[in-house]
């Protein structure tokens, strides 16, 4: 996941976009020197209460925290505050912070991320509970 940090001191945040797209859609991102360009931060533990976002309900997700302003991410179109349903093919519905990590770095260079937009007042709610953050 290229130079990683515990925490987003290091990312530059784009602001969340009111352009998005509500339905479950890809985004691929190839690394770039920089890494992928985007933080996750989510659950620390697996399994938990199902959520309703845009309408579905959903085990508790990872979600994209910061993505780096004209980073591979950003490029890609992965937009702040996106819910992350799988990594590579593999489901992460209900899947812990580091089980999604994991996979990110085992991604090798391209990431194929199935994700779901949310506006900012949800992508707020939703910040609430117990989370870990990471820079990918």
């Known amino acids: 996941m290229g130079?990683?940090?515990?925490?987003?001191?290091?990312?530059?945040?784009v602001p969340?976009?009111?352009?998005?797209?509500?339905?479950?859609?890809?985004?691929?991102?190839?690394?770039?020197?920089?890494?992928?360009?985007?933080?996750?931060?989510?659950?620390?533990?697996?399994?938990g209460q199902l959520r309703s976002i845009n309408g579905e309900l959903y085990a508790p997700l990872q979600h994209v925290s910061a993505?780096?302003?004209?980073?591979?991410?950003?490029?890609?179109?992965?937009?702040?505050?996106?819910?992350?349903?799988?990594?590579n093919g593999v489901d992460v519905e209900g899947a812990t912070h580091k089980q999604v990590v994991e996979l990110i770095k085992d991604g090798g260079d391209k990431l194929s991320l199935i994700v779901i937009s949310v506006d900012a007042v949800d992508a707020e709610r939703f910040e609430n509970g117990l989370t870990e953050e990471t820079c990918a």
């Open 3 to 13: 130079d990683e940090s515990d925490s987003s001191e290091d990312c530059f945040m």
């Open 16 to 47: 969340v976009r009111h352009n998005f797209n509500p339905k479950p859609h890809l985004v691929t991102v190839v690394k770039s020197d920089t890494g992928f360009g985007f933080n996750v931060k989510g659950q620390v533990s697996e399994g």
């Open 67 to 87: 993505v780096l302003r004209g980073g591979a991410a950003a490029k890609a179109g992965l937009l702040k505050g996106d819910r992350i349903l799988q990594v």
